[in-house]
């Protein structure tokens, strides 16, 4: 049931056997009816809005006033109903309409999920056992707790468990790739560390990595946050992939057995979104190959992210374990045609290419020497790139890559290093806890100013010429628009200027030929919910298609993408 918790049904079709009757209600008196119905011929729809049949009487200890066993008169008649072949029991459901007249009725219902699968449950329990969650139990007039999947009574019919859910909790809700927190939490209370560790890579095969970087989205939506603070998901996601990691050996995962005659898929990027995709298609039974343009692979996460904030040896133990998974990797290999990999008989392609294009300020003096853009710098730094260093740096931009870049030189041994902003602290994108931990480090900020000059010596940098801001009215993305102050011009000497304000996809090294519909800002167009291009077999996600953002986006593009080319493939509806 797709996009739903319900399936509606409707209990009149030229299948409906004629003079079928509908009993709305479970209970003894519902039970005993449909049996005397049945005895006569008579096809019954049994409806009950429990997961079992019993109602009330099921629930009593003695009746009233024979003082007989409740579940002694009961028991036989739901037996015999199970067995009844002329009665087809519809639980976990009820009767939206009756539309008709006698002897036409036309039965609508709607029934919620059981999530278990009937045919296939032998109510040993052991699922009940296992479950880390405990709520009310109704049976029991909620004096007594059962947990999340359960039977209703010992002598349930059917005789299947079933689950309960509230809802979509605000966790799950918030974060971008739909990791059920709230499952591994519980299981991290429980000290079931490798089960939780499991529940977490259900969405994201990268949990130590995004235990480190995530803007955990779903802390801000956790429910706890209203009576004191939120849960710690981030630090707990961090801390059982960190555990299992330590504690249960390096060993990879086992090769997936793919067939050799299974579809191929083509993977352009081995960044988050890249390497996510291709982790979920060889679970689901795919050869993927993805190509890199870089020697190395992990994309932002590799290159773009500083080393104090994710030691590599954590991101390379994870992306070896999608690579033992049965996935190909193959560096330095950029691709610019399409068209090619379609005839190299690749069935889909999947672009996540990133955004490594640094995009210019517009002010003289930005070709001397001395003058870098952040990503690009931060990309030379993480692969052993010599960079000419100054003593004094003026970092431009307000987000997390400029805070990255920042204390990357302080580390790097740059004496003075002052991050210039355009609006206030309060408008700042950064994490908060980075700047704070910049500020530890020394790094000055300066904020409501615009750079305007930069100022050179010899064609190297010798200082930059700003003007201050004043905050004006909200623009487009709701934050105080800057509006310069005439007359507030100041300079800041220094020998090296990092712009880290923005990056732009660059799609340019495709062939004119590849077939892509393309934003106004550079961007690829995709279907959101199917991330699928304007071309078919071809599909897009992370930076590429959004701009930057966060970490767990991409991966959440990446599984995404994979479920709709398996679809794809298999020529099923994408949505």
Known sequence: MPGSNLQTRTLANPQTPKGAALVVGGGVAGVQAALDLAASGIKVYLLEKESAIGGRMAQLDK????NDCAMCILSPRLVDVGRNLNIEIITNAELLKLEGEPGRFVATIRRKPRYVDEEKCTACGDCAKACPISVPDEYNAGLAERKAIYKRYAQAIPNAFAISKLGLSPCKNACPAETSAQGY???????RYKEALEVIKQYNPFPATVGRVCTHPCEDACNRGKVDEPIAICALKRFVADYVYEHYGDEPPPKIDIPPDAPKVAVVGAGPAGLSCAHFLVRMGYRVTVF???????????????????PRDILEREINNILAEGVELKLNHPIRDINALFDEGYRAVFLAIGTHEPQELGIPGEDARGVYHGVPLLRAINLGEEVDLGRRAVVIGGGNTAIDVSRTLRRLGVEEVTVIYRRSRAEMPANPEEVRQAEEEGVKFLFLASPLEVLTNAGRVKGVRFIRNRLGEPDATGRRRPEPIPGSEFVIDCDMMVAAVALAPEISFLKPDHGLAVTAKGTIKVDPDTMATSRPGVFAGGDAVWGPRALIYAIADGRRAAISIDRYIRGLPLM
Do not use: S
């Open 63 to 66: 009746t009233f006033p024979t």
């Open 185 to 191: 939490v519980a299981l991290i209370a429980k000290r």
């Open 292 to 310: 890199e343009a870089l020697p190395v692979p992990g994309g932002m996460m590799r290159v773009g992210i500083p080393p104090y904030r994710l």
